[in-house]
């Protein structure tokens, strides 16, 4: 197998909306580059791009003195340093909407990108996911997903206390649409409902995307290694490190969730507001 060592210098960004697909495929990565191995908290992807602690590491600045757009102003320079000092694929999750910084340039770097893989979710399941990830209520979720001021880890107060940056997400069509259709460097989409019904045709078509060449033993056996049913085994008997609120982050994994979880009012919210995405997608 031939993977990371094609690209050197540059980003593969694996975007998406929270809860829609994107730890599932870090795993199957790491089994793919692992000999059909996964350890859930050591995946073999290179970090959050709202990461503190790569940019503390980075820039040398303790970030929590920093404004939010302070931080902004930096970050893309953090990720061309990064690239730039790595003679590999670097692979990086990011749950950040596609847009400007204050002062109007990409908050993600085109020019160090290689591609970027972005997944989507039918919003009406990731309403219940969302609502046990983040400890709330699914109203809190559905307005969540509504919301054009949407934000992920937002800060309190002036300054930034948490692990991660604030990650501007908006509403789920914006963002759906702030990656598909803004950057300039080639965009794959990928249904999370795809991954769940033909596992080995998406990620063997997502390789392609990337340009790693891999057997398809080598898919199947990382594919296998990766099914939800382990993840959800490996968190149950030793946790996962990136489950910060949730009981089980890895929780059930299944489409469909949300016409046994989500009322007539909530459906209808999510579906008047998302209403043409919706339809593009298939949803």
């Given at each position: 197998m031939r993977y990371k060592q094609l690209f050197p210098h540059k980003i593969l960004w694996l975007a998406s909306y929270p809860k829609s697909g994107n730890t599932w495929f870090r795993a199957f990565l790491t089994a793919l580059m692992n000999n059909g191995e996964v350890d859930i908290n050591d995946m073999r992807s290179d970090g959050i791009f709202s990461s503190?602690?790569?940019?503390?590491?980075?820039?040398?600045?303790?970030?929590?003195d920093l404004y939010d757009?302070?931080?902004?102003?930096?970050?893309?320079?953090v990720y061309r340093y990064i690239a730039a000092e790595r003679n590999s694929l670097s692979i990086i999750k990011v749950h950040d909407a596609f847009g400007p910084d204050p002062?109007?340039?990409?908050?993600?770097?085109?020019?160090?990108?290689?591609?970027?893989?972005?997944?989507?979710?039918?919003?009406?399941?990731?309403?219940?996911?969302?609502?046990?990830?983040?400890?709330?209520?699914?109203?809190?979720a559905v307005d969540m997903l509504n919301d054009s001021s949407a934000c992920m880890v937002a800060q309190s107060g002036n300054l930034n206390r948490s692990m991660q940056f604030p990650?501007?997400?908006?509403?789920?069509?914006?963002?759906?649409?702030?990656?598909?259709?803004?950057?300039?460097?080639?965009v794959l989409v990928i249904r999370y409902e795809d991954m769940l019904d033909n596992?080995?045709?998406?990620?063997?078509?997502?390789?392609?995307?990337?340009?790693?060449?891999?057997?398809?033993?080598?898919?199947?056996?990382?594919?296998?290694?990766?099914?939800?049913?382990?993840?959800?085994?490996?968190?149950?008997?030793?946790?996962?490190?990136?489950?910060?609120?949730?009981n089980?982050?890895?929780?059930?994994?299944?489409k469909g969730n949300w016409e046994k979880e989500l009322s007539k009012k909530h459906i209808m919210q999510i579906k008047s507001k998302?209403?043409?995405?919706?339809?593009?997608y298939k949803y």
């Open positions: 503190r602690d790569t940019f503390d590491l980075v820039t040398d600045i303790d970030s929590r757009d302070e931080g902004k102003l930096i970050v893309a320079d002062e109007g340039k990409n908050l993600i770097p085109e020019d160090i990108t290689h591609c970027a893989v972005y997944f989507i979710r039918n919003p009406l399941d990731i309403a219940g996911s969302l609502a046990n990830h983040m400890q709330f209520s699914i109203q809190e990650q501007h997400l908006s509403d789920w069509s914006s963002h759906v649409n702030s990656w598909t259709l803004k950057p300039k460097f080639p596992a080995f045709e998406v990620f063997e078509r997502t390789l392609d995307f990337i340009g790693w060449q891999c057997t398809s033993d080598e898919i199947l056996r990382a594919i296998s290694a990766a099914s939800f049913e382990k993840l959800h085994h490996q968190e149950t008997q030793k946790g996962f490190k990136e489950n910060i609120k949730a089980q982050f890895f929780r059930s994994g299944k998302h209403k043409n995405i919706l339809e593009k």
